[in-house]
Structure formats: C-alpha cells, structure tokens
Nanobody, 117 residues
C-alpha cells in the first residue's frame, strides 16, 4: 500500500486548505481511511475517519463543523477539507489506512500545515 499526501502549506487564521491522499496498489474500498495530525512535542491525534458502507464519518471535537473528510473511490483518493483554520491546527497531517479484514495499518509520509499570520 502506498499513501501519498499533498495540499499542505501556510495559511492565515480563518483560511482554508484541502488535503489529498492518493492510495495506490490496493483496492481502495478495502480500507478504513483516517487523517491524523501531530505537532512536535505532542501525541499524534486522530482528526477524522471515514468508513464504508455509508460512508460513515467521525471527527475529533476540536475540528467538528470546520473539517470535512471525504473519499473518491473512482480516484482512490481521500480528502480533508479544512475551513476556519486556527493556529492550533498547525501540525503535520498524516493519511492512514486500516485494512478492514486484517487490521493492518499503513501511513503516509505526512504534509505540513501551518496556520499563522
């Protein structure tokens, strides 16, 4: 499984970013997909998860109403739309896939999101 994130960058408070994660070499529908984030000196935090069927989504309390997770099965891509970004959202964001049958986990390399004036 290969996971490749993109879309990070520098944005001002109140701005928006859209992260993407391309999943390759596996059937996309086999995996529960999540976004995590980690700031230096802090533990890795689960931001959002999307599962099939449904799809069903869940979010950390800190991002509810601001972030939206989605997936496109035709492109094997995962997205995280982030609106009303705040400095506390600054972190490296990671795409994660969990095999629904074996429970094996796979991680992307991460993409930096910095929210600052």
């Amino acid at each position: 499984v290969q996971l490749e994130e993109s879309g990070g960058g520098l944005v001002q408070p109140g701005g928006s970013l859209r992260l993407s994660c391309r999943v390759s070499r596996v059937p996309f529908s086999r995996y529960k997909m999540s976004w995590y984030r980690q700031d230096p000196g802090k533990e890795r935090e689960l931001v959002a998860t999307i599962t099939l069927p449904g799809p069903a989504t869940s979010y950390a309390e800190s991002v509810k109403g601001r972030f939206t997770i989605s997936r496109d099965g035709t492109k094997s891509e995962l997205y995280l739309q982030m609106n009303r970004l705040q400095p506390e959202d600054t972190a490296v964001y990671y795409c994660q896939a969990t095999d629904r049958f074996t429970r094996r986990e796979f991680w992307g390399q991460g993409t930096q999101v910095t929210v600052s004036l």
